[in-house]
């Protein structure tokens, strides 16, 4: 595969800056970056590109991640964690399917634990260690730290997952730039590698995630014009389905862990042979010594699957409908995801669409070179020449009103970022406090979407009923992650929130967790404080003086020697070893800057419509 | 000019501020301006400029929403303007608009009650060719009569009709499911 992005001649001027896309995939996950202008995907000592996304861990608390973990598969099945992407900010009641599984779950509210020899072990701790092992593979790939990552996520992920895999990067030590949507990042890769323009879709089937996004691709820039999907449809449910009727052929009711997992494998492997061939022998030998024998042929593959194909189809046709367009309208499908590499998908993909599906790219790799490519922008690492995404919230916001019923703050397939502000009023005099439940999800009643949280605002000023005015804006990000402020109206009174995640973990649960990874090592964790408040004050020096070179006549001489002074005095500190110190010098220049900042954006928004008016002149 | 002063969506875009806009145009500068403000943009710069960014890009959303709604940009021209479209406790309507309400009511009832999404979708075309005849008397009577208060009570019946929409998306929605 040979993509069409350097630029020969160009150089940057700046040492780059090492940034990584990782594809946390639900079966492997891959690492990425972008070295000599030219995306490539990282290899293992042995040359590989897959990292099977299995983790396993020891009784002396160590952890195999990857084919060291699938040795264990069979042997461990209770301390071996496979798809643990499909548990990523989901309780136990979000996951019927969990009566198969191995493993022995804690009795805990929100988001799911396991029980392993190692302790109690979260889904997000789990995902931390296959990120620490793709990380790992990068340093010693490219002999160097990394500065940051993107990470890719199923479009269709709500904000607890979405936050959910941010945390397991915090955790794993890597620098999120950015969380970015999987179809998205497939779109980028493609869009750059074929120069395509025109309207898209991308239809991505991992394998434990569906998600089908309509872009429009229009020069340099990446919209999404509406997305749809299920988080809980993949490849791993054709293995399901293909395990199922092998118990049925063999009659075998309750196989134990270690044989479920064996028939399992021959499933995933009778149907991965069936991409290629018209039938596939299956032998899984049996602990008791006996054998399941048969034979799989395409056609039984094709009925006994005909239902998760079409599950597919309904969330591609609300996204058409969502993007107010129809078949006619698309111009290319793009298949991402291992699971498209099933003939009965390519089939009705084409069927549905009216046209062949575009396999240009590798389905395996397309997702973690997109997301490198955005990693190297965000970097700063290519100038003003790079593309711009415009991605989209998946699932409506809402709040819980009277009766248990929605209100819909947020509608799904809205452009981010975004915020709305509304009003609340208290209902009894003297009234401090209120609580207000966000929810995500297109259902009326509050019990059918998801919780997301429970913010609960205090310290609002004593007032008779109904005489606060207190504003809540909800604001969600880039990554599509919901954050909620608020203030009294007529006082200008803050309110405090906490935030009570349904499914996530809260900020001092992430603490724990970082500093239950140093526990035997007080002195690591001042020293990873300290290493990234140098690089954080680094960044900020760079960005400074860089805005300077470019637009100090914006600043008056008293103004230009304040921030001067200000950089000064960080450059000092963080040639010291406070780590305190410097994060205080670094907020004060941030302080300083603010206004800078704010005359550099006007501007800059002047110059680009006067460009714009220019342009207009010419056409 | 900081996002929060920018009062103006027109101003920001630099158009006119009429009911009748050069979508394209639109378009274009929201592009631009995005391309300068995206968060994406300040990924490697300070805490200070990338919450300035998050604000400015939340801000060029907003604004390119509400003008390339007609509904919305309606609403928007008329608050400029002074006149508050009061669609929470107005809702004193022609009768024969609401006797058409009870009639598209009735047959979306019709529709679930069959179960037929092909009902639905013809019941979601011609709602379409309704609000668009609404919505040229409005362009007529914000952009070129300028008869504000007429064209308020031309939203509040167009605003029926998107909820009367949404519903009918919902319907589809279920019915899917």
């Known amino acids: ?619 | 000019m900081t996002p929060e002063a920018t009062r103006n969506y027109f101003e920001l875009f630099q158009l006119p501020p009429s009911f009748q806009l050069d979508l394209d145009r639109l378009d274009r500068r929201y592009r631009e301006i995005q391309a300068r403000v995206h968060p994406d943009k300040a990924a490697h710069l300070s805490d200070t400029e990338k919450r300035l960014f998050l604000q400015w890009a939340t801000l060029a959303n907003e604004a390119y929403n509400t003008l390339k709604r007609p509904l919305d940009r309606a609403r928007y021209l008329l608050r400029i303007h002074g006149v508050d479209t009061r669609e929470e406790d107005n809702t004193a309507m022609p009768p024969e608009f609401l006797l058409e309400q009870i009639e598209w009511r009735e047959e979306l009832q019709a529709a679930v009650a069959l179960k037929s999404l092909t009902a639905l979708d013809g019941l979601a075309a011609r709602l379409r060719k309704e609000m668009n005849s609404l919505l040229g008397s409005l362009a007529t009577l914000l952009d070129v009569e300028r008869r504000h208060p007429a064209a308020a009570d031309v939203v509040r019946q167009l605003a029926f009709l998107e909820k009367l929409g949404r519903d009918i998306d919902q319907a589809q929605t279920e019915l899917e499911e």
Not at chain 1, 34 to 43: C, F, G, M, T, Y
Request: glycine share 8%.
């Open chain 1, 1 to 619: 595969m040979l993509l069409q992005i350097s630029e020969p001649g160009i150089k940057p001027l700046k040492p780059r800056r090492i940034a990584v896309g990782i594809d946390l995939g639900t079966t492997h996950s891959l690492v990425a970056t972008v070295d000599d202008q030219r995306p490539k995907v990282l290899e293992d000592g042995q040359g590989r590109v897959l990292l099977p996304s299995v983790v396993h861990y020891r009784a002396d608390h160590t952890v195999d991640v990857g084919y060291e973990a699938i040795a264990w598969q069979n042997d461990d099945p209770e301390n071996t964690f496979v798809s643990v992407k499909r548990y990523m900010g989901r309780g136990r009641d979000d996951l019927p399917e969990t009566h198969n599984a191995p493993y022995r779950f804690a009795d805990v509210p929100g988001m799911v634990q396991f029980e392993t020899r190692a302790g109690t072990v979260s889904p997000v701790q789990i995902s931390a260690e296959i990120l620490k092992a793709l990380r790992e593979r990068a340093i010693r790939a490219l002999g160097d730290d990394i500065a940051g990552a993107v990470i890719t996520v199923p479009a269709y992920f709500d904000d607890a997952q979405r936050q959910a895999t941010k945390d397991a990067a915090k955790l794993a030590g890597l620098e999120v730039f950015r969380l970015l949507n999987e179809p998205t990042a497939a779109a980028v890769a493609y869009g750059l590698d074929q120069a395509a323009e025109g309207v898209y879709a991308v239809y991505d089937l991992g394998g434990g995630t569906f998600d089908i996004s309509i872009l429009k691709l229009t020069r340099g820039v990446f919209e999404v014009l509406a997305t749809n999907g299920d988080p809980a449809l993949g490849g791993d449910d054709f293995d399901r389905a293909v395990y199922d009727w092998m118990l049925r052929e063999a009659g075998i009711s309750a196989p134990n862990a270690g044989d479920a997992r064996r028939l399992l494998s021959a499933a995933r492997e009778a149907k991965e042979r069936l991409s290629e061939q018209d039938s596939a022998p299956i032998i899984a030998p049996l602990s008791d010594g006996a054998a399941v024998r048969c034979t799989l042929s395409r056609e039984t593959f094709d009925t006994l699957t005909s239902d998760l194909v079409k599950r597919t189809i309904t969330p591609v046709r609300k996204a058409l409908r969502d993007a107010g367009l129809s078949i006619e309208d698309i111009k290319g499908v793009v298949l991402v995801g291992g699971a498209t590499r099933m003939p009965c998908i390519r089939k009705a993909v084409a069927d549905f669409f009216q046209q062949p599906p575009r396999v240009d790219l590798d389905p395996d790799k397309v997702v973690a070179i997109g997301a490198a490519l955005q990693a190297n922008a965000l970097a700063g690492n290519r100038g003003d020449d790079d593309w711009l995404l415009l991605d989209v919230i998946p699932l409506s916001l809402g709040i819980e009103t009277m009766g248990g019923l929605t209100e819909k703050i947020i509608p799904r397939n809205s452009t981010l970022p975004l915020a709305r502000a509304q009003d609340f009023t208290t209902w009894k005099d003297g009234q401090t406090a209120m609580s207000i439940h966000v929810v995500q999800g297109e259902r009326e009643l509050v019990s059918e979407c998801r919780s997301l949280a429970r913010f609960e605002l205090r310290g609002i000023p004593p007032m008779v009923a109904g005489a606060a005015r207190v504003r809540v804006t909800f604001q969600v990000d880039a990554d599509g992650l919901l954050s909620v402020s608020a203030a009294e109206q007529t006082s200008g009174v803050e309110a405090k929130i906490e935030v009570k995640p349904s499914y996530g973990l809260n900020d001092a649960d992430i603490t724990r967790m970082i500093e239950d990874s140093y526990k035997h090592a007080r002195h690591d964790i001042e020293a990873r404080r300290l290493r990234e408040q140098k690089v954080e004050a680094l960044r900020l020096i760079e960005a400074t003086e860089a805005a300077l070179a470019e637009d100090s006549e914006l600043l008056s001489a008293d103004e230009l020697v304040v921030i001067h002074e200000n950089m000064r005095i960080l450059k000092e500190t963080s040639d010291g070893n406070d780590w305190e110190a410097i994060k205080k010098a670094a907020d004060a220049l941030n302080e300083a800057s603010t206004e800078f900042a704010s005359r550099r954006m006007n501007h800059s928004i002047r110059k680009a419509l006067a460009g714009q008016k220019l342009e207009e002149l010419d056409a």
